[in-house]
């Protein structure tokens, strides 16, 4: 079931067991978990961020496939 979602990117959402993942101990935080409170975050201070998937993209593809990550800034 679905707890709440993204506005705009409605594939973007978090469901009941990714909040009782979050509160439990030893569980891995989803990645939508992340970039829904990331996207709440920029919203609120104006703020920008890098995805999660970033990092493991910048280290197996190389600095092509992330570059345009990075062309505003």
């Not at 975050?41 to 990075?70: D, H, M």
């Amino acid at each position: 079931m679905v707890f709440v979602r993204h506005i705009i990117k409605q594939d973007v959402h978090m469901t009941i067991k990714d909040l009782r993942d979050l509160l439990s101990h030893s569980m891995p935080i989803a990645d939508e978990t992340i970039t829904l409170y990331l996207e709440l975050l920029t919203v609120q201070y104006n703020i920008t961020y890098l995805s999660t998937y970033t990092i493991p993209q910048l280290r197996a593809e190389g600095w092509g496939a992330v570059q345009c990550s990075f062309t505003n800034f």
